[in-house]
C-alpha cells in the first residue's frame, strides 16, 4: 500500500526556517516522482517543488526558487522540503505526493495528509 507521511510544520516568524519531510511506505523514493504542493485558504493548490525519480533533477516553482531546496535520503526512503527565508505568503498547507510528472506537475496520484506551515510574527 502507498502511503506518505509529511512532518515537520510549525509557526516560524518572517525570515526562518522550516524542513518538511515526507516519509513513503509502500514504493521507493526513486521509483515515482515526488512533489510538494501547498494550499493557502481562498486558494487554489499550487506545486512547489519536485524531484524526479530518474536522476533526481529538481524543480521549483518561482516563488520559492533561491529559498527552498527539496532532496532525497533513498536509504531513509524520505523525501525533504528545506524551506528558508520564510515569508507570510508562504502559509499554507503543505502535501507531499508521488506518481505523477515533475515537467508537469500533474497526474499525481498518491498524497500525504498534509503539514500545516504557518509564518507570521
Known amino acids: 500500500q502507498v502511503q506518505l507521511v509529511e512532518s515537520g510544520g510549525g509557526l516560524v516568524q518572517p525570515g526562518g526556517s522550516l524542513r518538511l519531510s515526507c516519509a513513503a511506505s509502500?514504493?521507493?523514493?526513486?521509483?515515482?516522482?515526488i512533489g510538494w504542493f501547498r494550499q493557502a485558504p481562498g486558494k487554489e493548490r499550487e506545486g512547489v517543488s519536485c524531484?524526479?525519480?530518474?536522476?533526481?533533477?529538481?524543480y521549483y516553482a518561482d516563488s520559492v526558487k533561491g529559498r527552498f531546496t527539496i532532496s532525497r535520503d533513498i536509504a531513509k526512503n524520505a523525501v525533504y522540503l528545506q524551506m528558508n527565508s520564510l515569508k507570510p505568503d508562504d502559509t499554507a498547507v503543505y502535501y507531499c505526493?508521488?506518481?505523477?510528472?515533475?515537467?508537469?506537475?500533474?497526474?499525481?496520484?498518491?498524497w500525504g495528509q498534509g503539514t500545516q506551515v504557518t509564518v507570521s510574527s
Open positions: 505526493a508521488g506518481g505523477g510528472y515533475c515537467l508537469t506537475l500533474a497526474d499525481f496520484g498518491s
Open positions: 509502500g514504493f521507493t523514493v526513486d521509483y515515482y516522482d
Open positions: 524531484i524526479s525519480s530518474s536522476d533526481g533533477s529538481t
